[in-house]
């Protein structure tokens, strides 16, 4: 026991006591905040240098975050147009919400486009089965920390089961690798319906730095919809766990 009590004092508190307004590091590269007087030269070179083709011109400046990689490059480019918060709410129902544009101060999600079911079924308790469909671990990572001692997802009966016929829906990590398609489609299948699709992480949400690959195969997508898109190269697990509530409306 005095051991314990030393390493609380030394450590302090680690539990995370309220997931919803919890206030992270400045160090973390979350929502991009985009100025209105950025220029269309200065949209053009930020355009070129994006690794993972994230800039978005048409109908005006935007930062894709489904594809982004958050490497920061475009802020580092135009520091004084262009700033990443450390606001980790970044999901939307919707893909195209994740387009983020000149003067937006949070990423929209669409209550009216939720399923009646989910809030229903799932409200109280979700059991989710986690798919890595060639995923390179990070997201993977941050998914286990979210149910932790710190995060304790499980407070409000979100959990990850071994099995997906004990599943509520499944969670997608990485940009689905062709070796691992069929297999996705078996869990998916093996999933008893409603069941829900979540997609975690930029390569799950378009793919990625390796969408052009021919290794991949998301084929998947052409039969079924998705229901949230939670961003990140790797996602937070405060972005997850928030991402999570606002769909099943807790």
């Known amino acids: 026991m005095i051991k314990e009590m030393k390493i609380l004092k030394r450590h302090g508190i680690q539990f995370v006591p309220d997931l919803k307004e ?3 590091t400045p160090l973390f590269r979350g929502r991009p905040v985009i100025k209105e007087d950025i220029s269309k030269s200065e949209a053009e070179h930020i355009k070129k240098i994006c690794p993972s083709d994230a800039i978005v011109t048409e109908g005006g400046f935007g930062i894709d975050l489904g594809k982004c990689v958050f490497c920061k490059e475009c802020q580092f480019a135009c520091p004084d ?25 949070e ?7 939720i399923r009646p079911e989910i809030r229903k079924l799932f409200k109280n308790s979700l059991k989710l089965r986690q798919i890595s469909a060639g995923g390179d671990n990070s997201c993977e990572f941050e998914l286990n920390a979210a149910g932790n001692v710190n995060f304790d997802m499980g407070r409000y009966g979100i959990e990850f089961v071994a099995s997906p016929r004990h599943a509520d829906g499944i969670v997608i990590t990485g940009p689905i690798t062709e070796n691992m398609a069929e297999a996705l489609q078996i869990c998916y299948d093996a999933t008893p319906s409603p069941k829900i699709i979540v997609l975690v992480g930029t390569d799950a949400i378009s793919g990625g730095m390796f969408k ?23 996602a937070h697990p405060l972005t997850f766990i928030n991402a999570i509530l606002a769909l099943i409306g807790r």
Do not use: M
């Not at 147009?81 to 101060?105: A, C, H, Q, W």
């Not at 052009?212 to 790797?234: E, Q, T």
């Open 81 to 105: 147009k262009i700033k990443f918060t450390n606001d980790y709410k970044l999901s939307s129902n919707k893909r195209e919400n994740l387009v983020v544009r000149k003067g937006y101060k």
């Open 107 to 113: 990423i929209k999600f669409d209550e009216q486009s």
């Open 212 to 234: 052009d690959s021919p290794a991949l195969n998301r084929d998947f997508f052409n039969n079924h919809a998705v229901d949230l898109y939670i961003p990140g190269n790797p």
């Open 22 to 24: 919890a206030v992270l």
